[in-house]
């Protein structure tokens, strides 16, 4: 059975989890790292998430993984192969660790802006956070067991934040924040 969709406040401790999980990674990979960065809902303060840290490593070659591959490893963290979505190599927690998601994606690519740039709008954009939150319950209520039609659910407030982001980014001249590395 796979485990049910649960959206909770956001939590303070959610960036001092992250801090924890980044110090561990940077130790372990080193040089290879561009920028370690914080994505996702839990990175953005006052927006409801499922309490999931996700991590964006960035790198400058995708192409060589193999390295990156075996110190995830050594940390506890399985590599996906399965993932289906080839502009990241994607990583899961072992059994009994904190639920986290680790992308890893190659420095400068689109995938790689666009969730900065969708977490540096919704933190500086209180009302299409909130608006993404409000969402985001209701259909956890409506797919709480139905994961891929959470998700897929979600798609259209997803990119309707991203075009606001887009106007946004060039109105002010957007660059992604400094790295959380």
């Given at each position: 059975?796979k485990?049910?969709?649960?959206?909770e406040?956001?939590?303070?401790?959610?960036?001092?989890?992250?801090?924890?999980?980044?110090?561990?990674i940077?130790?372990k990979i080193?040089?290879?790292v561009h920028?370690?960065?914080?994505?996702g809902?839990?990175?953005?303060?006052?927006?409801?998430?499922?309490?999931?840290?996700?991590?964006?490593?960035?790198?400058?070659?995708?192409g060589n993984?193999?390295?990156?591959?075996?110190?995830?490893?050594?940390?506890?963290?399985r590599?996906?192969?399965?993932?289906d979505?080839?502009?990241?190599?994607?990583?899961?927690?072992?059994?009994?660790?904190?639920?986290?998601?680790?992308?890893?994606?190659?420095?400068?690519?689109?995938?790689e802006?666009?969730?900065l740039?969708f977490?540096d709008?919704?933190?500086?954009?209180?009302?299409?956070?909130?608006?993404?939150s409000?969402?985001?319950?209701?259909?956890?209520?409506?797919?709480r067991?139905?994961?891929?039609?959470?998700?897929?659910?979600?798609t259209?407030?997803?990119?309707?934040?991203?075009k606001?982001?887009?106007?946004?980014?060039?109105?002010?001249?957007?660059?992604?924040?400094k790295?959380?590395?």
């Amino acid at each position: 059975m796979k485990d049910p969709v649960i959206i909770e406040p956001y939590n303070d401790s959610w960036p001092n989890l992250f801090n924890e999980l980044r110090t561990q990674i940077v130790k372990k990979i080193g040089s290879d790292v561009h920028r370690v960065d914080h994505i996702g809902s839990t990175s953005v303060v006052g927006l409801a998430a499922k309490p999931i840290i996700d991590i964006q490593i960035s790198v400058r070659n995708l192409g060589n993984i193999e390295t990156i591959i075996s110190r995830l490893a050594s940390l506890g963290y399985r590599y996906r192969s399965d993932n289906d979505d080839l502009t990241k190599r994607y990583f899961r927690e072992s059994p009994g660790m904190s639920r986290t998601h680790i992308h890893v994606r190659q420095a400068g690519s689109w995938s790689e802006q666009f969730n900065l740039l969708f977490r540096d709008y919704l933190r500086t954009h209180e009302d299409d956070r909130d608006q993404y939150s409000r969402t985001k319950y209701e259909l956890a209520n409506r797919y709480r067991d139905q994961r891929e039609q959470y998700v897929d659910a979600k798609t259209e407030i997803v990119w309707d934040i991203i075009k606001k982001a887009n106007t946004w980014s060039q109105k002010i001249g957007w660059k992604p924040s400094k790295a959380d590395l």
